[in-house]
């Protein structure tokens, strides 16, 4: 597998915050050019005109996409009334709706109530399959897929402003935090719906995604700009741990021993005195530190053994890696567009 010219060192995490235009993939394919490393991958798609975080996994980080891949969301969604899109949002071609737009009163009282696990059919144009086609494909095509709807969670939605300069047109700014598989250009345009108008989503940026928030992410080109300077030492410099964004995960702490078994991809008992985490604490998986903080590796426990799911040193990472080589490379998770 190639490696970076940082060796080993060059794994971990790097928030983007990603600016309009570039695709998710761009992004990617900038940081691996960066960083002149091949395994990048990220945590979630954004589409061009949005804007936002945006994890990028580099190195042994790509191995714990999976375990973000249902974090929760938050989003700043520009929600314009009074006309449909053929594709939910500001790219698609609109139409006028025949009904009277709403009033503020009105948008706050439906936000209100649109809390709680609800049925979500995705829009048109999105990379749901339909008899093995992607719906957009068929959406471009010509033919309107039929799209079965989806449970998803919304936690909380709130108004953020608004703007009744014109009264036919007005315009929403709504935070939305939302259950990983939510599409906010399908709840702009349920939202119009439910008032009894239409509306469709005119600006989008992830304000939050699981652990990752904007405050702390990295714009783009200051990571072009360190790269310049230092090279891929610029991009190591901004990176944050494996483990970032998995505390749920309880923490063990290994001795030698243990460390040299994990690293041999073999189970290990909790033996190490205090380290153990609680048994009354279930949790779906552990994190595994050496003596020196760094992650081993993240386990499952298995009738009272902790065994290696990732293994991130020795022997077991190597052999796991070549199978991963092999099957998929470079990494880029797929998900769901906004």
């Not at 700014?173 to 349920?190: E, H, K, L, M, P």
């Not at 041999?264 to 604490?281: F, L, T």
Request: overall charge neutral; proline content about 7%.
């Amino acid at each position: 597998m190639a490696r970076s010219s940082l060796g080993a060192g060059l794994d971990g995490i790097l928030v983007v915050d990603k600016p309009v235009g570039p695709t998710s993939h761009d992004v990617v394919a900038l940081v691996r050019r960066l960083a002149a490393t091949r395994r990048v991958g990220h945590g979630g798609t954004l589409d061009p005109f949005a804007t936002g975080v945006l994890p990028v996994f580099l190195g042994q980080a790509t191995r714990v996409v999976e375990y973000h891949l249902g974090d929760d969301k938050s989003y700043r969604a520009t929600v314009c009334f009074g006309a449909t899109s053929t594709t939910d949002d500001l790219e698609g071609e609109l139409t006028l709706a025949a009904g009277p737009a709403p009033d503020q009163a009105a948008v706050e009282a439906v936000l209100a109530r649109s809390t709680g696990r609800i049925l979500q059919r995705p829009p048109a144009f999105s990379a749901v399959k339909v008899a093995g086609r992607r719906a957009y494909a068929m959406a471009r095509a010509g033919v309107v897929p039929e799209l079965a709807p989806r449970a998803v969670s919304i936690h909380a939605a709130r108004l953020v402003s608004w703007d009744g300069s014109d009264p036919d047109r007005p315009i929403a700014i709504v935070d939305v935090d939302c259950s990983a598989g939510t599409y906010i250009r399908a709840f702009a345009r349920d939202l119009g719906e439910t008032l009894g108008n239409a509306a469709y989503l005119g600006a989008l940026s992830r304000t939050a995604s699981g652990p990752f928030r904007v405050a702390d992410a990295i714009p783009l080109e200051a990571i072009r700009a360190a790269a310049a300077a230092d090279g891929p030492a610029g991009i190591l410099a901004r990176l944050r741990p494996i483990d970032d964004g998995l505390e749920a995960f309880p923490l063990v702490t290994l001795g030698p021993d243990e460390v040299g078994a994990i690293s041999r991809g073999q189970a290990i008992r909790w033996a190490s005195e205090g380290n153990a985490p609680d048994p009354a604490i279930e949790a779906p998986h552990y994190r595994l530190v050496d003596p020196s903080g760094a992650l081993v590796a993240i386990a499952t426990l298995r009738d009272g053994r902790l065994a290696p799911d990732k293994v991130l040193v020795g022997a077991a990472r190597r052999s796991s890696e070549s199978v991963e080589a092999a099957s998929a490379a470079p990494v880029e998770p797929a998900t769901t567009r906004a």
